[in-house]
T-cell receptor, first 113, second 113 residues
Framework: DGGITQSPKYLFRKEGQNVTLSCEQN?????MYWYRQDPGQGLRLIYY???????QKGDIAEGYSVSREKKESFPLTVTSAQKNPTAFYLC????????????FGPGTRLLVL | DQQVKQNSPSLSVQEGRISILNCDYT??????FLWYKKYPAEGPTFLIS?????DKNEDGRFTVFLNKSAKHLSLHIVPSQPGDSAVYFC????????????FGKGTRLHILP
């Protein structure tokens, strides 16, 4: 089955701790994205990557970091510098299809202890 | 500054009737518009898209209408079914080069029995 997987489904972070959210896709998509969703808000872009070993900041990159060492994987690290990390994190991927359609994983909910 | 606006946070529609979700945008350079459906604690799923050179696209019960002069698009669902109860996000792509899309804040649709 082709798709995007995110793990874990729930993640708890202690104050001052870095945590890493996993995102894997087997759709052979070139581009991958990380979004954050807060209650009553739309999806806000954190980071995106169009190709392996390259990534760009989105609208709310402060306090986050990413890597793209493999086409299939785009992990997101929420660092201690992110002061309000509690949110629902969504990973997506796309291929240059001409329509801009992105396909999303099931999401990870991050909670601060 | 919101480039994609969904001004109705929620909408209630009787089962079997037509649901109309609205979206306004400010950037005339958007080349594709997309609608996504999202259930709680899940990732958004792609519903339907429309190119900026079209004014209508239909897929089963879902039709999207685009009025470029008014910078307005709408999603029509006919007939509305209980499973349509979800949050609907309008999104727009700025250009084909980086495939970034900008999301509205969403409209929660309640289908009433």
């Amino acid at each position: 089955d082709g798709g995007i997987t995110q793990s874990p489904k729930y993640l708890f972070r202690k104050e001052g701790q870095n945590v890493t959210l996993s995102c894997e896709q087997n759709l052979n998509h070139d581009a991958m994205y990380w979004y954050r969703q807060d209650p009553g808000q739309g999806l806000r872009l954190i980071y995106y990557s169009q190709i392996v070993n390259d990534f760009q900041k989105g609208d709310i990159a402060e306090g986050y970091s990413v890597s793209r060492e493999k086409k299939e994987s785009f992990p997101l690290t929420v660092t201690s510098a992110q002061k309000n990390p509690t949110a629902f994190y969504l990973c997506a991927s796309s291929t240059p299809s001409g329509t801009g359609t992105q396909y999303f994983g099931p999401g990870t909910r991050l909670l601060v202890l | 500054d919101q480039q994609v606006k969904q001004n109705s946070p929620s909408l209630s529609v009787q089962e079997g009737r037509i649901s109309i979700l609205n979206c306004d945008y400010t950037n005339s350079m958007f080349d594709y518009f997309l609608w996504y459906k999202k259930y709680p604690a899940e990732g958004p799923t792609f519903l339907i898209s429309i190119s900026s050179i079209k004014d209508k696209n239909e897929d089963g019960r879902f039709t999207v209408f685009l009025n470029k002069s008014a910078k307005h698009l709408s999603l029509h669902i006919v007939p509305s079914q209980p499973g349509d109860s979800a949050v609907y996000f309008c999104a727009a792509r700025l250009n084909i080069r980086d495939d970034k899309i900008i999301f509205g804040k969403g409209t929660r649709l309640h289908i009433l029995p």
